[in-house]
Structures are given as structure tokens and as C-alpha cells.
Nanobody, 124 residues
């Protein structure tokens, strides 16, 4: 069974940093874009960042641009999200997702496999 397993969430003060990791199990996604989404309480899930299959390009939501960095290590079959200068409004459950298309998809409909999510809480 193919799964995406996230780790690295937790509680941090505003201005702090966290690093999320996503490790697919059951198969490799080294040929496909990988992304991160988040869902805050009472809100819809939203796009955060996406990286191409080879890590050469990435795209970010305006709300995290300049603070978050997505990267991948295909040799280790993992995708990471480095989050710096965290704000209380970044508090959400963060989901890793795998796309079976190409390019830099940003719509949830372009991603066919999702992790279970990891909680990130930023205190003020």
C-alpha cells in the first residue's frame, strides 16, 4: 500500500522555524511533482508549495513566499518544507501530496495521493 508519511510538526513561537518532512512508502515519486498544502481550523485546505520532479523549480503561495522553502532528495525519496519566520496564521495541519502530472501544479485536484497530515501550531 502506497503511503505518504509526514513528520516534523509541533509547537513553536512566532518567529521560529520548523522543518517538515515527507517520506513516501511503497513506491517512489521521484518522477513527479510533490507539494504541501495546509488546512487551518474552520478553513478550506490551501496550497502552500510545490516542487518539480527534479527539484529544479518550485512555486509558493504568496502568503509563505520568502519564508518557506520546499526541497526534495530523490535519492532518499523525501520532500521537505523548511518554514522560517513562522506566524500564528501559519497554524494548520500540513499535508504532503504527490502529483502524477508534470510541471508545478497548485490545485488539489492535480494531486492523487495525500499524507495523513502533521499539526503545526505557532503561538504568539
Amino acid at each position: 500500500q502506497v503511503q505518504l508519511v509526514e513528520s516534523g510538526g509541533g509547537l513553536v513561537q512566532a518567529g521560529g522555524s520548523l522543518r517538515l518532512s515527507c517520506a513516501p512508502s511503497g513506491r517512489t515519486f521521484s518522477r513527479y511533482p510533490m507539494g504541501w498544502f495546509r488546512q487551518a481550523p474552520g478553513k478550506e485546505r490551501e496550497f502552500v508549495a510545490v516542487v518539480t520532479w527534479n527539484g529544479a523549480s518550485a512555486y509558493y503561495a504568496d502568503s509563505v513566499k520568502g519564508r518557506f522553502t520546499i526541497s526534495r532528495d530523490n535519492a532518499k525519496n523525501s520532500v521537505n518544507l523548511q518554514m522560517n519566520s513562522l506566524k500564528p496564521e501559519d497554524t494548520a495541519v500540513y499535508y504532503c501530496a504527490a502529483s502524477v502530472g508534470g510541471g508545478l501544479p497548485t490545485s488539489q485536484n492535480d494531486f492523487g495521493l495525500w499524507g495523513q497530515g502533521t499539526q503545526v501550531t505557532v503561538s504568539s
